[in-house]
């Protein structure tokens, strides 16, 4: 059974850091994605930042520069280092597991979610 837990989200000021950590259990292919998505009320889920088996990284225009991705196989975790927080990226954190093939940023191409966990920036 696959299971994704998300965990690090809260509130914090804007300028800000936190880090967001994903725990993967029973999820297991070579060829993957992983991702971080977030969804602000009222907006559609939108793709953050992206890593897959090889490596390859990629991130939306808006956190460029701001969040890092990474992943440690050993603890079978994904973590997303979010600095310089801005008001617009309060949203509920996703994170995603998928199979290679398509774009990243398609949230459709991704079978396992994990329950979420909220982050509010404030002023």
């Known amino acids: 059974q696959v299971q994704l837990v998300e965990s690090g989200g809260g509130s914090v000021q804007a300028g800000g850091s936190l880090r967001l950590s994903c725990a993967v259990s029973g999820y297991a292919y070579s060829k993957s994605v992983m991702a971080w998505f977030r969804q602000a009320p009222g907006k559609e889920r939108e793709g953050v930042s992206a890593i897959d088996s090889d490596g390859k990284i990629a991130y939306a225009d808006s956190v460029q520069g701001r969040f890092t991705i990474s992943q440690d196989n050993a603890k079978n975790s994904l973590y997303l280092q979010m600095n310089s927080l801005k008001l617009e990226d309060t949203a509920m954190y996703y994170c995603?597991?998928?199979?290679?093939?398509?774009?990243?940023?398609?949230?459709?191409?991704?079978?396992?979610w994990g329950q979420g966990t909220q982050v509010t920036v404030s002023s």
């Open positions: 995603a597991a998928g199979p290679y093939g398509g774009s990243w940023r398609s949230w459709t191409k991704y079978g396992y």
